[in-house]
């Protein structure tokens, strides 16, 4: 996508043949930085702080994290050590475990003075399909948008947290199709759950938005479902982070209160995902999906940025009372309408997604 006419990405090859360069959105939307990351512990740094984040940004960041390491030490023992230490950075989003997996699968049997060209040019390529898979949920979503289109007004969409071209390597999941249909002339309007603790909406998808001249909305968590109720939402478009082969849904902590509120109004509620956030090795996402518990700071303090353009982050609490800050949680399948890939639109049930794998292995 374009800041200020500029084509970015999220994440760029360092131009040295080494290294990899990222935006550091922990600094965002106050500071646009970007940051080198040089070694495999600098990626591992950079996921567990959320520098970079989203699903299928962390996992090509652990990718090139995992080719970095195979710079410094091509080894057997040197492999499985980097393989474990990215795989802890975060719990919840599979893309973590897919992008490893795929790297460490092509390693194993080279010789190990080719591991580290090998991995840079996977990692590379594994942005590149990053972006064409997006683009493809864009097209695919196009359509369901344009269904919502009756040229009385903007269509009207819900989002949560960011599943934008900041925690993708460009395009966005839930994004692709809205910025596509902003681009296609049809009037969209976007209602951007702000996404407490951490605010991605208020602080990410806002901004991308902004960039791009989307018209949208911040609004606080609490307010989708009296804005279903009105019928000031015509659709709700959210990512996720794991798939499970019956189709439930992990996403971002709220994602679930704003299904429930969804189906209440008869509001339809879709998913944006590339295919390899479908984790085919479970079923119920509940009592299967591991849910990644962060710090209670994010949800004591929050950033903000005073008239002088100073950045601060004041405790916004009571003194002395702890936090709880589960990051994710899981709609049931029954409350999703479609499962928007880059292979078309899904029903979410095994029926469904078993036919989607059939489709991918053919
Ligand atoms: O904790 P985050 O910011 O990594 O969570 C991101 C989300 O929940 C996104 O909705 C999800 O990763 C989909 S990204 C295309």
């Not at 699968?105 to 190990?112: E, I, K, M, N, V």
């Not at 966005?172 to 249909?181: K, L």
């Amino acid at each position: 996508m374009r800041i200020d006419g500029v084509a970015k990405r999220s994440i760029w090859p360092g131009g040295d043949g080494e290294t990899v360069e990222i935006i550091d959105q922990t600094k965002l939307p106050f500071e646009f930085a970007t940051r080198r990351l040089t070694h495999c512990d600098d990626a591992v740094e950079a996921i567990k702080v959320m520098r970079v984040r989203g699903a299928p940004l962390i996992g090509v960041t652990a990718a090139y994290g995992l080719a970095m390491a195979m710079r410094e030490d091509p080894g057997d023992a040197a492999l499985a050590t980097a393989y474990e230490t990215l795989f802890a950075t975060r719990p919840t989003a599979v893309n973590l475990r897919w992008a490893l997996e795929r790297v460490r699968a092509h390693l194993s049997p080279l010789d190990p003075s080719h591991r580290f060209s090998t991995a840079y040019a996977l990692a590379g390529q594994m942005a590149d399909e990053d972006v064409e898979i997006n683009r493809m949920i864009g097209v695919h979503g196009l359509e369901i948008i344009k269904s919502h289109a009756s040229g009385g007004g903007p269509v009207n969409i819900l989002t949560h947290c960011n599943a934008g071209w900041l925690a993708t390597v460009d395009w966005g999941t839930a994004t692709s199709p809205i910025y596509q249909a902003h681009d296609a002339g049809i009037d969209v309007h976007v209602w951007v759950d702000e996404t407490r603790p951490r605010n991605q909406g208020a602080f990410l998808t806002a901004l991308e938005l902004g960039w791009h001249g989307v018209p949208h909305h911040i609004i606080t968590d609490n307010a989708g479902g009296h804005l279903m109720q009105h019928g000031r939402v015509d659709m709700c478009i959210v990512g996720t982070d794991r798939v499970t082969a019956s189709g439930d849904v992990c996403n971002k902590i709220g994602t679930y209160l704003k299904a429930l509120a969804a189906q209440d109004n008869n509001v339809p509620f879709y998913v944006c995902l590339p295919t390899p956030t479908i984790d085919w090795r479970v079923s119920d996402g509940v009592a299967e999906i591991p849910i990644e518990e962060r710090a209670e700071d994010e949800v004591l303090y929050l950033d903000g940025v005073l008239a002088d353009g100073s950045v601060v982050t004041p405790r916004i609490t009571a003194p002395n009372s702890p936090a709880a800050n589960p990051a994710f949680d899981v709609t049931p399948a029954r409350l999703v309408s479609g499962l928007i890939t880059e292979m078309g639109v899904f029903d979410a049930n095994t029926a469904a997604l078993s036919q989607l794998k059939r489709n991918l292995n053919p």
